[in-house]
């Protein structure tokens, strides 16, 4: 009795443990193989090609993949679970298909010239603090960048030390070092860039480029010419080579104590200018730039030509503007051999000075007669 | 951002974020999709663009302007795209009458062309068509591929490839469990491609693990396949190194026995015996003189004993 009752038991046990499987159990002739990491399941059963089309399609395809999805779910629930902030997660393994990566994997960046010299010594990297304890401020402020701790360039008051010369200005001094640490780093740092991407890079100043210019090659010649030990004193020059120009000093400047009338002449000169009361113009000029102003104007009107009629009436006022005080004084060399002429020139730099006279040697006559339409 | 001789030095913290986005990297991001049409569209072809971009949002973006490209002939046109927009994948579509309702999926290995697969669009159903309540956006589709084809044949083998790429989502370590709500499913038959997009229903059944009901959602595809533009096999290997630094560490020096017991290794340093730190015994301090004979010699059988290669120690978990 007692082994029937626990055979009937075991039975029925395993009756009921069928049954409540039963509505997750799915028969395969092949396993599905599964990719959990990436959510993947891949069924290779063959596809019945005649149930496909006895069977409405939708419902057929319907059913393969309740199936297919029923035993991909089987296996997740099968994965070890956790419970974050009451909700349930399940843990994934690693994706196992291989895809191609969307770019190739980074290089390893090339050390700079100190970290080379830091792995050669030995040297680590401390780890510092972001944030310093100013005294003067009492705050704390950041190690390095804007309203940095020990900034010496914002100092109000910097004691003059005192082998240096009392009238250098210390705190252009200050800038000055601080724009040539700047600009140094920045060469640094190209330079490192430089040397990692393996590119060319001169000794001197000069970087090659694909296409040079005429001038930029004749630079280069110079360059090259001059550089020698006796500073391309004794270099042969080429059958038609030209002489390099703008090659010495730039500006010339009367010595100190020189030629005494020469000097005494320059600043009667100068009183005469400041006395007088007519502005000093230097006719060529003047007119040069009349011309070129016009020759603009006209290529530009004809550029815009029919579409901008009302705007031309306008236009003068502000082209004439930019006239201001270039035609006047220019030192000594603006009066040229023109002389008294000065009354003539009508271009007296404001706009609406024109006009007033006629413009010497018979130039165009009043600038305003082109066709402008008002 | 400056340019000079190619080096792009960026002005802002945000400018240098982006470009540092764009570079490669041990893992990378996820890939994006660029989804745009051909020089003539039917309007199969734009809905169909549409709702897969709406199954790929957010990383996806749909060109609004057609371009007269032909990706099979001249792809430097859509390598330029993928740089400047940093997409991997794309999906072009276009109609014309030799090759109806077209669908190119792509995918680009260091913005140039991998994979190329042309599939033809036999039937469609559009996503509001089917009128039932969606998945939200953004959720991680389950991909089941069904058919002997997905297994045997080699372009089959590269479209499934394709396709997991473009429909994967992002990579997870962990998913909520009531949140396997969307499945795609493909099946190879016969030549034709059958895509159909489900909702995941999970019911109660009597034990732990529920009982699916599929409704059907999304989009539905009857694909055809038709020309096919596959990377050569030294570039399809390329693209597929990883970088060691992503190989897991291999723990050294741990052993396990048959049984099962976890053993280590411990590697120790020559000693010197002599002047072992051992426990201090007042009373066998060495005397001047008798004694220190007789402790020596001791001291050096004992030695002897002990070795000093690697000892294997038991380790209990």
């Known amino acids: 009795m007692a082994a029937c009752s626990i055979e009937d038991v075991l039975a029925k046990a395993e009756k009921d443990e069928a049954e409540r499987l039963k509505s997750i159990t799915v028969l395969k002739e092949l396993d599905l193989e599964f990719d959990t990491g990436n959510l993947l399941a891949f069924d290779k059963n063959r596809v ?52 191609p990566r969307e770019k190739p994997p980074p290089k390893p960046k090339a050390p700079t010239k100190w970290e080379e010299f830091a792995k050669l ?33 914002k100092e109000w008051l910097i004691e003059v030390p005192v082998n240096a010369d009392p009238n250098e200005d210390q705190f252009a001094k200050r800038n000055n070092a601080k724009k040539e640490r700047v600009a ?22 000069l970087v090659p480029t694909a296409q040079q210019s005429k001038a930029e090659l004749t630079q280069a010649i110079n360059v090259a010419k001059a550089s020698t030990a006796s500073a391309g004193k004794f270099q042969e020059s080429l059958p038609k080579e ?17 030629d005494f009338t020469d000097e005494r002449q320059k600043q009667l000169d100068i009183l005469k200018v400041l006395g007088s009361k007519k502005p ?32 031309k009436g306008n236009m003068p006022g502000k082209g004439r503007g930019g006239f201001k005080g270039k035609g006047g004084f220019s030192g000594k060399e603006g009066f040229s051999g023109k002389g008294g002429s000065s009354g003539k020139g009508g271009f007296a730099g404001k706009g609406k000075g024109r006009g007033r006279g006629k413009p010497a040697k018979g130039q165009q006559q009043n600038p305003r007669s082109k066709p402008g339409k008002r | 951002m400056t340019h000079t001789d190619g080096i792009v030095k960026p002005k802002t913290k945000r400018a240098k974020r982006f470009l540092q986005g764009r570079e490669a990297k041990l893992t990378e991001n996820i890939k994006n999709a660029m989804i745009m049409k051909g020089g003539n569209t039917t309007d199969t072809v734009t809905q169909a663009l549409k709702d897969i971009y709406a199954l790929k949002k957010p ?12 990706p099979f002939e001249d792809s430097t046109s859509l390598e330029f795209f993928s ?14 009458k030799k090759r109806p309702n077209n669908l190119i999926f792509g995918r680009l290995f260091d913005y140039h062309v991998l994979d190329m697969i042309e599939l033809g669009i036999e039937k469609f159903t559009t996503l ?81 693990t529920p009982r699916i009901e599929l409704d059907e959602i999304g989009p539905s595809f009857d694909f055809v396949l038709r020309r096919t533009h596959l990377a050569s096999d030294d570039l399809y290997k390329t693209a597929h190194r990883q970088p060691k630094a992503l190989k897991p560490k291999k723990k050294k020096n741990i052993s396990t026995d048959a049984f099962g017991t976890k053993f280590g290794r411990l590697h120790m340093q020559k000693q010197n015996l002599d002047k072992l730190q051992t426990r201090k015994m007042k009373g066998l301090r060495k005397r001047r003189g008798q004694h220190v004979a007789t402790e020596t010699a001791a001291t050096e059988t004992a030695a002897t004993e002990e070795s000093t290669s690697p000892k294997k120690l038991r380790i209990d978990e």
């Open chain 1, 242 to 258: 030209k002489a390099p120009r703008n090659t010495g000093k730039k500006r010339k400047f009367q010595p100190l104590i020189g």
């Open chain 2, 128 to 208: 509001k068509d089917i009128k039932t309540s969606k998945c939200p956006e953004g959720t991680k589709p389950m991909l089941v591929f069904a058919g002997e084809a997905f297994d045997f044949d080699n372009e089959h083998k590269r479209l499934k490839s394709v396709l997991i790429d473009f429909f994967r989502g992002p990579t997870v370590s962990s998913v909520r469990l009531a949140g396997l709500e969307h499945v795609l499913h493909f099946t190879a038959l016969e030549g034709k491609i059958y895509m159909r997009s489900y909702k995941v229903l999970l019911k109660k059944s009597g034990c732990r």
């Open chain 1, 48 to 99: 019945d090609v005649h149930d496909f089309k006895s069977t409405s399609k939708e419902e057929f395809l319907r059913s393969l993949a309740r199936d297919n999805t029923q035993l991909f779910i089987n296996e997740v629930w099968k994965r070890p679970t956790e419970r974050i902030e009451d909700v349930i997660v399940v843990k994934l393994p690693e994706a196992t298909t291989p895809l």
């Open chain 2, 83 to 96: 740089k400047k927009s940093d997409c991997s994948l794309f999906l072009f579509g276009s109609h014309n």
């Open chain 1, 280 to 311: 000093r113009i230097d006719m060529t000029k003047a007119v040069n730039k009349q011309m070129r102003e016009e020759d603009r104007e006209s290529a530009s009107n004809a550029r815009k030509g029919p579409g901008k009629k009302g705007r």
């Open chain 2, 59 to 70: 990383n996806a973006v749909l060109f609004k302007k057609k371009n007269i490209v032909r």
């Open chain 1, 121 to 153: 010594k030995g040297i680590q990297k401390k780890k510092k603090t972001n944030l310093v304890w100013d005294e003067v401020h009492k705050e704390w402020k950041r190690r390095w960048g804007y309203q940095r701790a020990k900034d010496d360039t």
């Open chain 1, 184 to 205: 140094k780093n920045e060469f640094n740092r190209l330079k490192n860039i430089a040397r990692a991407q393996k590119l060319p890079t001169p000794g001197g100043g």
